[in-house]
């Protein structure tokens, strides 16, 4: 199903202008769009583009694939992005001149009860962006033992009462199968302080949800195989929401590895593959923070591929 009319009420695309302005757009140019969701990103690309021009997009969610757009220079993928390099060969496009990544969760995926990525529902814990993929959040929590759990917990969701939690979520399980979103709530409810009741609960569930689709994988294994298929000049532009996503982005602009170790040649140069654009990360005005509240928390990162 090909939408030709205006952007259904999926996703407000944060920092729509300025990650657009990052990739320096060739009209004639071949770019990717990594996270389609919506479409805005897409809109604004093609938009940029001349009949000459080409735009393929990712998304591994079915839901996506409402939005895609009826336009011969555009091409949608229904994949994860970590097979970027792989479809860009199928699909003739061995070089890219410009590659955009928005990490962020769609708001339609937080607005769906039956996604189970949001706590302000409660349905089923699913969680999962490729809803053919095999374990689902309530498949975690009733299968892993609970060092499993709280290394999640303590890794994607930086909460310090992990080991607390991962013993609860056990004895939990024990006398009732975890299924719903109210089940994580009953578990998390001694764990959550007024003054920080979302903070916490947005950390646990991202927790769950990074897990439930391997995203820091994917991430890497996508910024990996984007410097490969960029062409010399060609810029990544890449939009993050949280600290382990803009560690990775930021290490990996900066020295080209994922740890952030600076690799110095015989003379002492740092041997790095990208250029970055913006020394320092930008983020959304006050103004778009206001419009859109989910923005608030985007950071982007631009880097041009040396020649």
Do not use: C
Not at 92 to 115: I, N, Q, T, Y
Not at 142 to 162: S, V
Not at 187 to 200: A, G, H, N, S, T
Request: net charge neutral; no cysteine; glycine share 8%.
């Amino acid at each position: 199903m090909v939408n030709n009319g205006s952007q259904m009420a999926y996703h407000i695309p944060a920092l729509l202008n300025e990650s657009i302005d990052g990739l320096d757009i060739r009209p004639s140019g071949v770019y990717v769009d990594v996270t389609f969701g919506g479409g805005g990103h897409s809109r604004e690309i093609l938009r940029r583009l001349n009949k000459n021009g080409r735009l393929i997009a990712f998304d591994q969610d079915e839901d996506a694939g409402l939005n895609a757009i009826g336009d011969p220079r555009f091409t949608f993928v229904r994949s994860n992005f970590r097979f970027l390099k792989n479809f860009l060969r199928y699909l003739g496009a061995d070089e890219v001149d410009g590659v955009l990544a928005d990490l962020g969760v769609s708001s339609h995926h937080f607005d769906d009860a039956g996604r189970g990525f949001s706590f302000r529902f409660n349905g089923d814990l699913d969680m999962r962006m490729n809803r053919s993929a095999q374990k689902s959040a309530a498949d975690i929590l009733n299968e892993y033992p609970e060092d499993k759990l709280r290394d999640i917990f303590l890794k994607y969701g930086e909460l310090k009462n992990a080991y607390r939690i991962a013993s609860a979520v056990v004895a939990y399980r024990q006398t009732k199968k975890i299924a719903e979103t109210n089940d994580l709530l009953a578990i998390l409810e001694p764990f959550v302080f007024k003054d920080r009741e979302k903070k916490i609960l947005a950390q646990a569930f991202q927790a769950l949800r990074i897990e439930v689709n391997g995203e820091m994988e994917a991430l890497t294994e996508m910024l990996t195989q984007a410097l490969q298929v960029l062409k010399p000049g060609g810029r990544l532009s890449v939009i993050s929401y949280h600290s382990l996503e803009d560690r990775l982005v930021k290490n990996f602009f900066r020295t080209g590895n994922f740890e952030g170790t600076l690799i110095r040649d015989f003379y002492g140069n740092i041997e790095a593959p990208f250029e970055q654009v913006n020394r320092k990360v930008i983020l959304p005005a006050e103004e778009e923070q206001q419009q859109n509240p989910r923005s608030r928390s985007a950071k982007l990162r631009i880097a041009e591929k040396k020649e």
